[in-house]
């Protein structure tokens, strides 16, 4: 395996519940947090803490700039409606990647000495796979 540039990265999102997943354009960032919980079940006695693993959890962060033609990441955000997402590392490798339903959220942020920039993160509301 090689190693890859993140220039070819690319999330695509579902605009409805159960609609086909579209490239959401103009993104320059990603990054997808998978972690478990933890639960303390140290015991009197124990030398050391112990835990037991819990259930997984997926959470992601995007960020890029505004697309004025396309009502995409708002609608996501403000609908609260699950929708199928997959995130490429690379569309050059498009035999990878990761995918699941996510609740979206955004935010926009504009500056007199900036471009329009948007941002914000997917919760998991489905098993997030990896495929490839």
Do not use: H
């Amino acid at each position: 395996m090689a190693r890859i540039a993140g220039r070819n990265g690319s999330l695509y999102m579902a605009l409805a519940s159960a609609g086909t997943a579209e490239p959401v354009a103009f993104l320059s960032n990603w990054s997808l947090n998978f972690a478990t919980d933890k639960i303390d079940v140290t015991a009197f006695g124990d030398v050391s803490k112990v835990y037991v693993a819990s259930l997984p959890d997926c959470q992601g962060q995007y960020s890029g700039f505004y697309d004025n033609a396309t009502v995409q990441m708002y609608t996501a955000a403000t609908d609260g409606v699950a929708r199928k997402f997959y995130l490429y590392p690379s569309t050059s490798l498009a035999t990878q990647y990761w995918f699941g339903s996510g609740i979206f959220d955004m935010s926009i942020d504009g500056a007199v000495d900036g471009p329009v920039a948007i941002s914000g993160g997917l919760a998991a509301a489905s098993v997030v796979l990896k495929q490839g």
